[in-house]
Structure formats: structure tokens, C-alpha cells
């Protein structure tokens, strides 16, 4: 039996049609539980709804464990949608028993607007993404240790093993849970054909402000969790920012040297940018540049911050608080 666990502090309007699809999951037994911060109507009466108050989306999802039944833990957000064949694509990864958990991609889905596909096209980029692409479009199957929890199953057991989710950071409590899983000597499986849809977000303020988090956080944890997060692809954007604003005030100071280092540097970058984009309509190409290299600049400073932060503000205010696990 697989427990889909949604949490969500209201309903943006995903909700039902991310719902519909858990339950289009056919020849699975489960059960779907839904965890707002306040009551919410869903119409399929076979959903299991708690309302947990405003607290952080580990709690939600420690309190969702609790209530399922299923032996598979199925944990995607609400703004998502699970599309044919995703748990029966997933599921035989936990005949081994040491598989814990498997991941799948998020794909944007067609029907987003203009510049929430603009926001996909830029996380399905190499040139954006890097090494962790897979998390965006289908990539090779394989083994991983770090993977986001919106399309993330996890073996009831090993949940219990590792206590759950054991932070309060939001993003990141899924880096912290998945070191734990590995740890303790599991593994974690990437299928690429376990696929669901992910809305992105529908603005780019809203795009880079997602992007400032990740970066605010992957910073941080590259002093609180180096094992999977101090490795080079997520220190690239800091370099961009210091390298590029170190070699433009060269330029602006410097001999001609410098300009022609310079023009060339930022052609490449480019260029590169846009083969990154190339299985992309050309109607997004252009804007999607623009955004990477944006994305590159909010991210770079975000991960800087995040460096040399003393603590994240969720973490010190869990401090005086009961501890998440």
C-alpha cells in the first residue's frame, strides 16, 4: 500500500486536479493525505485531511507518516500532478531491500504560462542545473544522495529508521533527510520514468525569490551538510558573480587586455546558455538566457550569504522550540 502525503498551506488552485491524479494511479492500493495549514474542501471524499496550523513542511510531512498506513511513503506537493504510470514506475526499486527511497523527475507541465515555462526551460538547462538536470527533465537511471522531496517515495521502515524529517528548513529538509537515509546505509534510486508535473512559478520575481532560497540554503549547508552539499557545480554561480564583477572592474580600470578577456568570457557564456536551451521552442530561447544568466547573479549572491550565515532565521527559531523530530 503506498500513503501519498500533500502538504500545503492552502490551496493555490493545484489541489484537486493534483488529487485526481494520485487516485488515476490505477492497480495501486493508497490512501492520500492532505495536510493545510487550515481546513480545505477536497471533493474526492477518499482524501484523509488534518489540518496542522502553520508549521514548517517537515512537521506536516513527519505528521502525514504518522497517519498513513501504506508501507511506501509517496511525498509531492500540492501543486503538482503525479501523470500515468508514476507509482508503478517507482515502485519495484523496493524489491532490493536496500533501496529507502526513489525519486523521480518534475517536469513543467505544457499548460503553464508564458514565463512560468520561461522558469522551466531555465531549471531544465545544464547550463542552470548542471550535474542535477535529472531532477527536471527524464535523465539516466541511477543511484543519488540528495533529492527534493516533491516527488520523493520513501520505505516506511527506513522513515522510521532516520526519524523522519529532522529539521525545519524550507528548502533543504529534504538534504538533510536524504543524508540520514544514506547514512544508515540505504540507497536512493533516480527512475526516470517516475514522472510528475510541477507548476513553476508564474513570475520571475517569484522565479528568482525561489531561487534566492535554494541558494541561501545550499550555501549554508555546504558548512552544515558537506558530505552533499560542499561540491564544486554549487560554488559555480558564486564564481560568476565574484570572478565577473573582479574582471569587469578591470576593464573599467585596466589596459584594453582586460575588455577583449572579457567580451570573450561573457560571448561563451552566452553561447553556451543558448545550446543549453536548444531542444527549447524558440519563442523561449532568447528570454531563458536572460533568465540563466539572472538566475546565476541571485543565486551567486543568495549561496554567499547562505556561506556566511551564523544561522538560517527557521533555524533559529526552532532553537527555543520543540525539536522537529
Given at each position: 500500500m503506498v500513503s501519498i502525503i500533500i502538504p500545503l498551506k492552502k490551496d493555490q488552485g493545484y489541489l484537486q486536479p493534483c488529487v485526481e491524479a494520485c487516485f488515476g494511479q490505477y492497480g495501486v492500493e493508497m490512501e492520500v493525505i492532505v495536510l493545510p495549514d487550515e481546513p480545505e474542501e477536497v471533493v474526492d471524499s477518499r482524501v484523509i485531511q488534518e489540518a496542522t496550523g502553520p508549521v514548517s513542511p517537515a512537521r506536516k510531512r513527519n505528521r502525514g507518516a504518522e497517519l498513513a498506513k501504506g508501507e511506501i511513503l509517496a511525498f509531492i506537493d500540492d501543486d503538482t500532478r503525479p501523470v500515468e504510470g508514476w507509482l508503478e514506475a517507482a515502485l519495484p526499486h523496493f524489491n532490493d531491500p536496500k533501496v529507502a527511497a526513489v525519486g523521480g523527475p518534475s517536469i513543467t507541465p505544457r499548460i503553464d504560462p508564458f514565463w512560468a515555462q520561461v522558469s522551466g526551460a531555465v531549471y531544465e538547462s545544464w547550463m542552470m542545473s548542471g550535474n542535477a538536470v535529472h531532477r527536471y527533465r527524464p535523465g539516466v537511471a541511477c543511484c543519488v544522495d540528495d533529492y527534493p522531496s516533491c516527488n520523493l517515495l520513501?520505505?516506511?521502515?527506513?522513515?522510521?529508521?532516520?526519524?523522519?524529517?529532522?529539521t525545519d528548513f524550507w528548502p533543504g529538509e529534504d538534504t538533510e533527510f536524504c543524508l540520514a537515509l544514506v547514512k544508515a546505509g540505504?540507497?536512493?534510486?533516480?527512475?526516470?520514468?517516475?514522472?510528475?508535473?510541477?507548476?513553476?512559478?508564474?513570475?520571475?520575481?517569484?522565479?528568482?525569490?525561489?531561487?534566492a532560497n535554494y541558494g541561501l540554503h545550499r550555501g549554508y549547508f555546504a558548512k552544515r551538510y558537506p558530505e552533499t552539499s560542499r561540491r564544486l557545480p554549487y560554488f559555480l554561480p558564486s564564481t560568476l558573480v565574484v570572478?565577473?564583477?573582479?574582471?569587469?572592474?578591470?576593464?573599467?580600470?585596466?589596459?584594453t587586455p582586460f575588455q577583449w578577456v572579457f567580451e570573450f568570457l561573457a560571448i561563451l557564456y552566452f553561447m553556451l546558455a543558448a545550446a543549453s536551451l536548444a531542444e527549447k521552442p524558440f519563442r523561449l530561447i532568447l528570454p531563458a538566457v536572460c533568465v540563466i544568466f539572472a538566475s546565476h547573479v541571485v543565486y551567486g549572491v543568495a549561496f554567499l550569504?547562505?556561506?556566511?550565515?551564523?544561522?538560517?532565521?527557521?533555524?533559529?527559531?526552532?532553537?527555543?522550540g520543540s525539536p522537529c523530530r
Open positions: 520513501v520505505r516506511r521502515t527506513a522513515f522510521k529508521m532516520v526519524n523522519g524529517f529532522g540505504f540507497r536512493i534510486c533516480y527512475e526516470p520514468t517516475a514522472v510528475i508535473e510541477h507548476h513553476r512559478r508564474p513570475s520571475l520575481r517569484k522565479h528568482f525569490i525561489q531561487l570572478g565577473g564583477t573582479g574582471l569587469l572592474a578591470l576593464v573599467l580600470l585596466g589596459p550569504r547562505g556561506l556566511a550565515a551564523a544561522r538560517l532565521p527557521e533555524e533559529k527559531a526552532s532553537v527555543a
